[in-house]
């Protein structure tokens, strides 16, 4: 009997993440062409809609912001309403916390947050670290240019800390961005 509650078990193990993935990508495709269909339909009449152009006219949608977001004007009226948001309390915390998790996503392609691994000592161990800040001294806790700004996630998303420590106490590593990140989210169970 145990033997088949393992088989199960590596069975759900298997087809659990693929299963949950194909279920979110099709709930964000449904939700989107329920969205974006009704102001589609009050253009076009019923005979000239075709299933899945509210999922186009997102993409659309969304290329057309990327577009837009590089324009100066639309930079200040963005600014602008950011301005507003963080001025109301509940909405500025749920904002601020969203806003810096996409932020993380590096989308100019160049140097930016979460570029480099490193390692920290930690008694006989080592944690994995990202550089969020090569001159933490610009943040305005004071120090000299020698300190820099480490984020220390935790496994599973928990939390995890930010510690400002001297470039001499980091290790560099060869583990790209993701790759890391995988590690330290899961625990190390899958480094993959």
């Known amino acids: 009997m145990k033997q088949v509650g393992s088989i199960l078990l590596k069975g759900l193990v298997t087809i659990l993440p693929i299963g949950l993935t194909i279920y979110f990508v099709y709930w964000l495709g449904i939700t ?10 009050w253009v076009l009449d019923d005979a000239n809609y075709w299933p899945g152009m509210g999922l186009v006219t997102g993409f659309v949608l969304l290329f057309l912001v990327g577009l837009a977001v590089n324009a100066f004007i639309v930079r200040r009226v963005l600014g602008l309403g950011e301005d507003l948001l963080l001025r109301v309390p509940v909405v500025k915390t749920v904002y601020s916390a969203i806003r810096d998790m996409t932020r993380l996503v590096n989308t100019d392609k160049k140097k930016g947050d979460l570029d480099r691994v490193v ?11 990202f550089v969020t800040q090569e001159h933490a001294s610009s943040l305005g806790i004071g120090g000299d240019d020698d ?7 935790m496994s599973y998303q928990i939390g995890g ?26 625990g190390g169970v899958r480094g993959k």
């Open 32 to 41: 989107t062409e329920e969205l974006l269909s009704k102001p589609i339909k």
């Open 119 to 129: 390692t920290l000592d930690y008694g006989p161990g080592r944690l994995i670290g």
């Open 147 to 153: 300190l820099v700004a480490v984020y220390l996630p």
């Open 161 to 186: 800390y930010t510690l400002y420590v001297s470039r001499k106490h980091l290790h560099e590593t060869d583990l790209k961005v993701e790759q890391a990140m995988r590690i330290v989210l899961t």
